[in-house]
């Protein structure tokens, strides 16, 4: 991805930041500037909101055939994640037993280094998931 | 001309291919006006929805809708690279979400809800290569075990290998005409009986539900309602099978069976020619093969041959009706088209 695309959604990638809809209150990831329930009465009412990082797995899985970037990381976990806001988030597992993961698992959201741009390129960083005990 | 690409850009560096196929052709000489679709995985079957649009309309007396994608001259890693690209680049595919992983994600929750077993999902490919068997211009004509599906090598756990379409080269045509001359062109002309088309959000994880396509559902309900049949009145059906558990997924969104109860179907041999509904005849995406663009377009190719009866081994004996389902991305958009005997 080009580095200028990434760097546009810093704040959503660092921490977390969706948007709310004013007018119905909806939670979305990531940031959206027209709420798909109220469309054009949502124009300008739409603000910024923090996801509390804090989820559940709803599904996921284990990646073995790794994109040459991510190929050091395999195999890895991947999951959707359904936040306590309601909103859905997708992002990897880590600091856990890969046998250990299950659907329904608690987890919160840690920043973490997600590739770069080759040896001397830039770092991308953002957000991945480990377990929550609570 | 209509056509269906969905990366020529990047697998070939060649963009404009409209122009390029309606030059070799031999259509660009006489200044035939050429269009390319794009929609990841549904291009083919968009390009051939905007033909019938098209000629339906009165716009164009005789369409051409073609499909292609040469992929195999970069990197099978390359390759998998641009198809990552169907899905949302920033907040899927950056997180390290592959699109075979999402498909896995889909299919851990499907088997976490009870609606099958790893066996049931696993038993599409098995299908897929019988019926590829049949078809001679499959890309993999040999039938498969089940345990070749259980045991190749993982790519996204729980999919291996076999539960995945392959990367290929290929193209596909068709010519549409309305109906009153379609006599002057051919002795055997199908008739389009309805088409529906439908979007959802980019990724994945933004849906309610990831165990339904609710664009397969609306899309089908469009061309349902055009047609005037139902899906007891479908006798043959090509499936967007991009995944193994794609194809569970789409037999209940079409409203072919009851969530839940799509793997049990496969794996009793519903699905297979000569079942209640035979699917993917032509070997589907996983066994004819899966060139992007060609791949909505061959879906067409395969009911008007079997409408016309001439599928030969793999022929569905009283054919009549026949639908095709395809889809772009983890079924952010839905092509559906019934055809019928005239």
Not at chain 1, 43 to 59: F, P, Y
Not at chain 2, 120 to 130: E, N, P
Not at chain 2, 213 to 235: C, H, L, N, Q, W
Request: glycine letters at 10%; aromatic letters at 6%.
């Amino acid at each position: 991805m080009t580095v200028a695309r990434f760097w546009r959604d810093i704040p959503s990638r660092y921490n977390l930041y969706g948007s709310r809809c004013a007018s119905c209150g909806k939670v979305y990831f990531p940031v959206r500037h027209i709420c798909p329930e109220c469309r054009r009465s949502s124009i300008g009412k739409m603000e910024k909101h923090r996801l509390s990082g804090k989820g559940r797995v709803h599904s996921f899985s284990v990646v073995h055939d790794a994109p040459p970037q991510l190929a050091v990381l395999k195999p890895y976990a991947v999951a959707i994640v359904e936040m306590d806001e309601g909103v859905k988030v997708t992002g990897q597992l880590v600091d856990v037993e890969i046998e250990e993961i299950d659907i329904g698992m608690g987890v919160e959201a840690v920043l973490r280094k997600l590739g770069d741009e080759g040896p001397a390129g830039i770092i991308h960083y953002g957000f991945k998931f480990s377990p929550r005990f609570d | 001309m209509y056509i269906g690409n969905m990366s020529s850009g990047r697998f070939i560096d060649q963009h404009h291919i409209g122009a390029l196929i309606a030059d070799y052709s031999g259509m660009a000489s006489h200044n035939v006006p050429s269009t390319r679709i794009e929609a990841a995985g549904a291009s083919g079957s968009l390009a051939f929805r905007q033909g019938v649009m098209a000629v339906a309309s009165g716009m164009h007396d005789v369409v051409v809708v073609g499909g292609a994608e040469k992929m195999t001259d970069v990197s099978d890693d390359a390759s998998n690279f641009i198809l990552n690209s169907a899905a949302d680049q920033q907040w899927e595919s950056m997180m390290g979400a592959t699109f075979a992983s999402l498909h896995a994600m889909i299919a851990q929750r499907y088997m976490h809800e009870g609606y099958a077993t790893r066996e049931q999902i696993a038993q599409v490919a098995v299908k897929s290569h019988l019926h590829g068997a049949l078809n001679p211009k499959a890309q993999f004509q040999k039938p498969i075990k089940l345990e070749t599906v259980l045991r190749s090598p993982t790519v996204a756990e729980p999919l291996t290998m076999f539960d995945c379409s392959p990367i290929s080269d290929g193209a596909a045509a068709v010519v549409l005409c309305p109906l009153e001359t379609a006599h002057e062109y051919t002795d055997k002309p199908v008739k389009v009986l309805g088409t529906g088309q439908a979007s959802d959000t980019l990724a994945l994880y933004q849906r309610p539900d990831i165990c339904s396509f609710e664009a397969t559902k609306v899309a089908s309900r469009m061309a349902y309602d055009i047609a005037g049949v139902g899906p007891d009145g479908i006798d043959l059906v090509e499936i967007h099978d991009d995944y193994t558990i794609s194809e569970l997924l789409a037999l209940e969104d079409m409203g072919f069976f009851p969530r839940g109860e799509a793997g049990k179907a496969v794996e009793s041999g519903e699905t297979e020619i000569g079942g209640r509904l035979p699917v993917n005849t032509s070997g589907g995406l996983k066994a004819r093969g899966n060139p992007i663009g060609a791949t909505g377009v061959a879906q067409i190719v395969e009911l008007v041959t079997q409408l016309r009866g001439d599928a030969d081994k793999r022929q569905v004996k009283g054919a009549s009706t026949g639908m095709a389902q395809s889809i772009g991305g983890t079924g952010s958009t839905a092509v559906i088209t019934i055809m019928g005997v005239v």
